[in-house]
């Protein structure tokens, strides 16, 4: 058994399972990870999260944290925290605003129609991917990159002149579209430089290193290059 | 002008509005209330929030706090604040937890599928109610209470023994569809001792006086005795 203080239940190409990988990263706290297969609704994992979904993180004391809003928030009771979330009342507000945005609406637009229909309906068995769904999730990505263009116009980061938990969570969701090979960097370059300087940071590496087993990425995926 | 230090912009019959305006007057900070029709697309709206939705807190200094996630956590940076979110990490996470699955998935499940068919629908010129969107919602409703009849078996408040965050967030949802008379109290006792002891507050009053002007609530929404 590892020793690390914090098991992390996750499974592949989950946006809020990445969000928090890539933040534990960068803070350096160390975790080991647990692949939860949350469709095959195993039981003693509803104990642990009612909910069946992950993220989970358990602490070795046996404190459970539940979904990205629980463990982000809990980590800043971390002695190892605090460099992404600035420390101004305004600064704090911009980053968890950001955080929300990608978590809830890019998720509902964008990463869940993509990643359901090209990914999870395999392991349901369902193999037509629904193409008005996929058609939006592709009309609403080009909305998100817009936006992330338009913030990195005016600002190094997404919520200002430091890196923060908002260009984790935005990261998290580009990079399973990334993954996808979906995202028409071409027309986005501010957006293009972001992600690379987000994507070169050894934190990020957990991220890049998430594949499915038998859907591969595309093959610029895990390059600073591309 | 009213002299109170927070702005809120907020429409009728959101949980996420209904939540952020009861945690606020449970804490005693006053805020000014303005009627944000979000489906108007105001500009002026939009360059305070860009995702154009509501709640939204504005602060006498202009700093801005978009959504229940970026307003619930900034109160705790006020001196008012605290009594509802408690101090041990553990049971943090638990009212983190429940607070999570009340704003995403009862609203996804259930809140945002009969507020959509019942009520907004008027608004958008558009009369038709889809019946399976209502079902669905219906169905889920009942899952969501049983939840909490389910805790309430267990302990005094959703997250344990205090009155806490989670609370106000499942009050919210439930206070949303009990407007609508939709909830089934009588197959639910344990949740509806809970509703009951939530309403009777004096921080709910604002919640029970949130009013739709041309869909007035069932008769027995605002009452003790229902």
Sequence with gaps: MSESPFTLYYHWLSPACRFVMAVMSEYGIPYQKVLEKTWERRKKFYQINPAGT?????SAKGDVFVEWYAI?????????AGSLLPLSVRDKAEVRRLIFWFMTSCD????DYLLQEKVFKRFLRDNTPNASALRAGLTN?????????????RRH???????SL??????AHVSCMDYLGHVPWQDFNDA????????????????????VPSVPPVSSYAALDF
Tied chains: 1, 2.
């Design 192 to 211: 293009k430089d972001w992600y690379t300087r987000l994507k070169s940071r050894p934190s990020f590496r957990c991220i890049l290193e998430d594949t």
């Design 72 to 80: 982000i928030e809990a980590l800043h009771d971390t002695p190892q």
């Design 54 to 58: 992950v993220p989970v993180l358990v």
């Design 157 to 163: 980061w997404l919520a200002g002149d430091q890196l």
């Design 108 to 111: 509902r637009d964008v990463t």
């Design 166 to 171: 908002a260009d984790f969570a935005a990261g």
């Design 141 to 153: 990505l080009r909305t998100h990159l817009g936006y992330i263009d338009f913030l990195m116009e």
